[in-house]
């Protein structure tokens, strides 16, 4: 994981389990990915001790989505000035996001806000220097789940109830001193809609001492209770220090996940980022859009499942300006611009209410600070939520919890 000071798009937890079966691959058992689109630095890892590895066969050779035509925005302007939302339907409830408690966003909470930002509430108690991110509300809007990254500690996800009571460590695959615990970190988990799992980012292995990116990075789910954890994808297994896997999120029959994959400097292509696709049980990866667009951080399945919103990001150092906000078919087909380019403004995670009517997302202006709109599925009517003073706010999930009385 390449270890970079981000804003928006920031991408970096223990009880012992024992009923897990714990079983090894070699480096070489699963099938290779294979072509120009994912061409490893050539090295080999040899035995790679992972925990709670799949014992069926990994990922397919992954084939790459239809290249298609970006098409130009046409949406409102987004701004603060625009006007205040009306009450959003009863099935649409809390927006959960992270909140930086401190100018060097050293340490951040979970907080919730109600969707015309009247009601707000910091949900999780960090310690200093501590960051809880990544938060994903379960389908019921009972239980909270997010990561948590205490100074030099790795991260490791954590659930809370919908009030940020009851906040518990979910169980680490690692074990302490085993070579797969070096920089090992469990982060960005979300929710399957059965509410039966929990799809996360693994990391581990050492560390490029020239680019700092972790060797190995790659898909898990995990039952919410800390067992029966399964590898889902292979992308680092046969090409360490190639990228970083992060952000899953859920298609809403539960089938598929689409997730994020940015590569490193000996990544093919070097230094990109992009969307991929991926069966529940680990089959059918592929690649969702072109590397040109730059996609990354944390998409989302609109409700009815037809279509997936994502932010993208410039080539340039992480938080510059001039991303966007775009909708893409399952398939690869007719991507989409919400917001109006190009632009000055910053984008990050985009999330549909659960009624698919609207879009929560976050947004600074350049040289400011981040913070929460809402804006119609068409990229319409854009209203601000927070307006908090501090160093911003970020990652929204809209769930259907309702505020506590």
């Not at 789910?221 to 360490?240: E, H, K």
Request: aromatic share 6%.
């Amino acid at each position: 994981m390449t270890r970079t000071r981000t804003r928006l798009s920031d991408t970096t937890t223990t009880h012992r389990t024992t009923t897990r079966a714990r079983t090894r691959h070699r480096a070489g058992a699963g099938l290779l990915l294979a072509g120009t689109l994912l061409t490893g630095c050539g090295a080999q890892p040899g035995e790679i001790p992972l925990s709670e590895i799949r014992a069926e066969s990994p990922s397919p050779t992954p084939t790459p989505a239809v290249e298609p035509a970006v098409a130009d925005a046409t949406a409102g302007v987004v701004g603060a000035d625009a006007a205040t939302p009306t009450a959003p339907p009863a099935l649409n409830g809390l927006i959960a996001g992270r909140v930086f408690l401190d100018q060097d966003r050293l340490t951040s909470a979970i907080f919730s806000v109600t969707a015309d930002g009247r009601t707000r509430r910091q949900l999780t108690q960090p310690a200093d220097r501590t960051r809880d991110d990544h938060p994903s509300w379960s389908p019921d809007g009972t239980t909270l789940a997010f990561d948590r990254t205490g100074g030099d500690s790795p991260g490791r996800i954590w659930t809370a109830s919908a009030d940020g009571q009851n906040a518990r460590q979910l169980g680490s695959l690692c074990e302490a001193g085993t070579p797969e615990c070096l920089n090992e970190t469990e982060t960005a988990p979300s929710w399957s809609p059965d509410g039966n799992q929990l799809a996360f980012t693994r990391t581990w292995g050492t560390s490029d001492p020239t680019t700092e990116q972790i060797q190995y990075s790659d898909l898990y789910v995990i039952a919410p209770d800390g067992t029966t954890a399964q590898r889902i994808t292979f992308l680092t297994n046969d090409t360490p220090y190639s990228g970083t896997v992060t952000d899953p999120a859920w298609s809403p029959d539960g089938k598929q996940l689409v997730f994020s994959y940015r590569t490193s400097a000996t990544g093919q292509p070097a230094n990109s980022r992009a969307l991929y696709i991926v069966n529940a049980d680990g089959t059918g990866l592929r690649r969702l859009t072109p590397w040109e667009l730059r996609a990354g951080d944390r998409a989302n399945w609109s409700p009815d499942g037809s279509r997936i919103v994502f932010t993208t990001y410039p080539a340039d150092p992480d938080n510059a300006p001039g991303g966007g906000i775009y909708t893409v078919h399952p398939d690869g087909t007719a991507v989409e611009a919400l917001t109006p380019g190009p632009s000055d403004i910053t984008y990050g995670v985009a999330s549909y209410s659960p009624d698919g009517t609207a879009i929560a997302f976050a947004q600074a202006p350049a040289g400011g600070t981040s913070e929460l709109y809402t804006m119609r599925a068409d990229g319409s009517g854009v209203a601000r939520v927070t307006d908090t003073p501090g160093p911003g706010e970020g990652r929204p999930n809209w769930g259907t919890a309702q505020p506590q009385s």
